[in-house]
């Protein structure tokens, strides 16, 4: 695929030692690690899509898909959800610490498909961190797309990601920016509700568009029927999975999904070609 | 088409001796705990002569020949990814420095084996896990520098057991590739020789140094007997015409709850099939916390967590995580690699405690196709696919 | 300015509503305006109107005991609030206010409520419109009952 770079060393299986250069907090049990790496010559190339897998001296290994940032600028960023050990252990790192990375893996957005078309982004709670260099690589070629929107739900205002940069996307790259969330205070003035019911909000031609969408499962399957509700076909639709994942270089079995390996067949997927497979209970 | 010769058993023993005197460590059958299983030999005396085995469902048994037969056997619990592909492996270790680590990666073992013994059905196996792991986006450097270095000496079924069904896979039991040498054994009451062949040119250059006998016509032809007749003895067949799609189109089928009713979720048949090769890692430190390594291990889709996302699993019930083993394994596989994952050696039915036998279960989705789609609950009726 | 009937006869809600009734309904209808803050019906009110949201944006909201209010819904532009009007005990369920300033079509379902009994048609054609409405919220609302972004265990 255009683009993208699949790292492969004398030894996949080897993580390369990266450095913490900044930490952000993103909400209550989100951050965000700016790595770079030790050998300044290396590349950090990657593709929008595409994640790293990131160790944690004596604790273990854990994809995370690179959030950023826009260009090649020799450091990666990632957007983690402190929920296990692992990630737990990425959250107490602190600035010039070491962690061992291996990447990028795994196939991209359709960037160069969505040429030429209108552009929904759907996210759903993190899944707008795997979005997020999509946004930024549409921004970068901003006259080649048509309309693009983005509907972004989370769980409270508080677990929005990213939302300072919502003006300048709405404003500099003139991209329709509508985002709810399931309940909310009195301190909330935007809309509640999932994020489904965006849809109908934002414009778009549905017969010359792409849909990309990432959040939980359930988020992608509903919002993939209401955009086929909305007037697009399955295959203009691309979602993003997760399964299990040990090695990310298709040896150790674990992320299949059905004929695919998330690792390197996905883990973005057009969603005609995973449908039934998705809604198969227990696949 | 390489010349055949014959060899006695002398022969064969200094084939074992030529291969040692290179370097190679000879990986071939043996009896111990009641089973033929592969281990390093040292001369033909390590050989299971005489035994055969009985295998039907569930059940594996040594039995006494009534010739020294030396290859009059199957295949046991063991495949050649014992040694390729092993259980456990170590990756890679990291020493703390401060609040830094240093990763130090194991080098690749470039030890030489010689398989000796393995049937057209365990090429066959090893050619499938060549793909998984060798053409791929990534390579398995481990795997290839033993691959590289291996031998094959084959050799070719003189009996087949009940639950063989290599004729139906297409996958044997005459050896055709993947071989460096193929030995056929003919034994009756005038004779106990080998005939044999080299399929590469290592086998050729090794084959030179034996110092064979060339085979007459007739020794050719006893051999092409003993293949054919085994090929008539195959004790299962599996129906493979459309069964990517079948099996597909029948991921609810109500015979996967059935299955699940007997299924102990033992994880036998992952561990003995011969293509099987999922894996997983574990990160590992030793008390003070200063040193840590990281090994791969083998894994199984049967176990509770081999699925397991955001503090839940995918696959819960056993129905759904036999499924996945035989969806992948008979169809999925072909549109990963190219071929079927099944080499129809049928080790998965032996070594089954409760002898589920894929080759039934297949037709027995077949057999209800169209009609059953299945529902949850296994006492409720079956219906019409509308 | 736009007149009543035209701005009714582009909404999806009236599509395809023959002329006799959509002038009906025209004749049960008025403009609104809600500031910011301001209350447009509370739960267990009387409901005899319901609206189409022409500009701004409306919390619905439930105040358990003790506990802030929850906002559990905004109807925003073009979006219909309300369908209790038709069905008893014609009670609102829901506290519903205006987050900014908001202007809408109020349409009295007391009246309609009287026309619906009069003339059965006319209780089908505006059923068959409400019932889908309230279906996609059900099924909205069922989505945010799964807290698909819950913290995982």
Redesign the interface.
């Known amino acids: 695929m255009e683009g993208m770079e699949n790292f492969s060393p004398t030894d996949p299986m080897i993580p390369r030692s990266y450095r913490v250069k900044r930490k952000i907090r993103e909400s209550h049990d989100t951050f965000t690690l700016d790595l770079q790496p030790d050998n300044l010559e290396e590349k950090t190339n990657f593709a929008p899509g595409q994640f790293n897998m990131l160790y944690t001296f004596g604790v273990g290994e854990v994809p995370i898909s690179i959030s950023g940032p826009m260009k090649e600028s020799g450091h990666i960023l990632h957007t983690i959800r402190g929920v296990g050990n692992v990630t737990q252990a990425l959250n107490n790192l602190k600035i010039g610490q070491k962690v061992g990375l291996r990447g990028p893996f795994g196939n991209a957005w359709p960037i160069e498909e969505a040429k030429g078309k209108d552009v929904i982004i759907m996210a759903g709670g993190i899944g707008l961190a795997p979005l997020r260099p999509a946004v930024y690589s549409l921004f970068s070629q901003r006259q080649q797309y048509g309309d693009i929107a983005l509907l972004y739900g989370s769980r409270k205002q508080e677990d929005l990601l990213f939302h300072k940069e919502f003006e300048t996307w709405r404003g500099k790259y003139g991209i329709q920016v509508k985002v709810t969330v399931d309940t909310g205070d009195r301190s909330w003035k935007g809309n509640v509700g999932v994020v489904t019911t965006l849809v109908p909000r934002v414009s778009f031609d549905p017969s010359n568009c792409i849909a990309m969408i990432c959040g939980p499962e359930v988020m992608m399957r509903f919002s993939a029927l209401e955009l086929t509700h909305a007037g697009l076909t399955e295959d203009k639709i691309f979602i993003t999975m997760e399964r299990n994942m040990k090695c990310a270089v298709g040896f150790c079995g674990h992320c299949q999904f059905g004929p695919a390996f998330i690792c390197k067949d996905g883990p973005v997927f057009r969603y005609d070609q995973i449908k039934p497979f998705i809604s198969t209970r227990e696949f | 088409m390489n010349k055949s010769e014959v060899i006695d058993k002398e022969g064969l023993n200094r084939l074992i001796q030529i291969l040692i005197g290179r370097g190679y460590e000879v990986v071939g059958p043996t009896v111990r705990d009641e089973a033929i299983i592969y281990d390093q030999v040292f001369s033909i005396e390590d050989f299971p002569a005489g035994w055969t085995d009985e295998q039907e469902g569930g059940i594996y048994r040594l039995k006494k020949r009534s010739d020294e037969a030396l290859f009059g056997y199957n295949l046991g619990p063991h495949s050649w990814k014992k040694f390729l592909h092993p259980p456990e492996r170590k990756l890679w270790q990291a020493q703390k420095e401060g609040l830094d680590f240093d990763i130090i990666p194991e080098k690749p073992e470039h030890k030489k084996y010689a398989f000796l013994g393995a049937r057209s059905c365990e090429l066959h196996a090893v050619a499938i896990q060549d793909k998984v792991f060798m053409q791929g986006t990534h390579t398995d450097l481990h795997y290839q520098a033993l691959r590289k270095n291996a031998l094959f000496v084959a050799v070719n079924c003189g009996q087949a057991a009940s639950t063989c069904f290599c004729v139906s896979m297409q996958t044997g039991p005459e050896v055709e590739n993947g071989h460096d040498l193929v030995l056929t054994e003919v034994l009756d009451d005038k004779r106990h020789d080998f005939l044999i062949e080299a399929g590469s040119e290592a086998g050729k250059n090794i084959l030179k140094e034996v110092k064979a006998k060339p085979a007459g016509e007739g020794d050719i032809k006893k051999t092409k007997e003993i293949i054919a007749n085994t090929a008539t003895q195959m004790g299962r067949k599996m129906d493979t015409e459309n069964i990517k799609e079948l099996l597909y189109e029948n991921l609810n089928h109500l015979n996967w709850d059935k299955i699940a009713e007997r299924c102990l979720s033992c994880a036998n048949c992952t561990m003995v099939c011969p293509t099987c090769f999922c894996s997983t890692v574990e990160d590992v430190t030793d008390i003070t916390g200063e040193h840590a390594e990281r090994w791969q291990k083998w894994d199984s889709c049967f176990t509770m967590d081999f699925s397991s996302i955001h503090g839940g699993v995918v696959r819960n019930s056993t129905k759904s995580r036999y499924r996945q083993w035989m969806v992948h394994k008979l169809a999925s596989w072909q549109d990963q690699f190219d071929t079927s994952g099944c080499v129809g050696c049928g080790r998965c039915i032996t070594w089954c405690p409760v002898g589920i036998d894929l080759t039934q279960e297949v037709g027995l989705i077949r057999k209800s196709e169209p009609g059953q789609s299945g529902i949850l609950s296994g006492n409720e009726g079956q219906n019409e696919n509308s | 300015m736009k007149t009543l009937e035209s701005v009714l006869i582009k909404h999806p809600f009236f599509e395809n509503l023959d002329k006799p009734y959509l002038e009906l309904v025209t004749g049960c209808a008025k403009n609104v305006k809600f500031e910011a803050g301001q209350f447009i019906c509370q739960h267990d009110d009387e409901a005899n109107q319901f609206y189409i949201i022409r500009h701004g944006?409306v919390?619905?909201e439930i105040c358990p005991p003790g506990k802030?209010?929850?906002?559990?819904?905004?109807v925003?532009?073009?979006e219909i609030l309300g369908w209790a009007w038709l069905v008893p005990p014609y009670r609102w369920h829901l506290d519903a206010h205006a987050?900014?300033l908001t202007r809408a079509i109020a349409l009295d379902g007391q009246c309609l409520r009287k026309k619906c009994e009069e003339d059965k048609n006319l209780g089908y054609e505006l059923l068959k419109r409400l019932l889908p409405a309230i279906g996609r919220s059900m099924e909205?609302t069922r989505?945010?009952l799964?807290?698909?972004?819950?913290?995982?265990?």
Do not use: F, N
């Open positions: 944006k919390a619905l802030a209010p929850v906002t559990v819904q905004t925003s532009e073009g987050i900014e909205a989505l945010q799964l807290d698909i972004y819950g913290a995982r265990d």
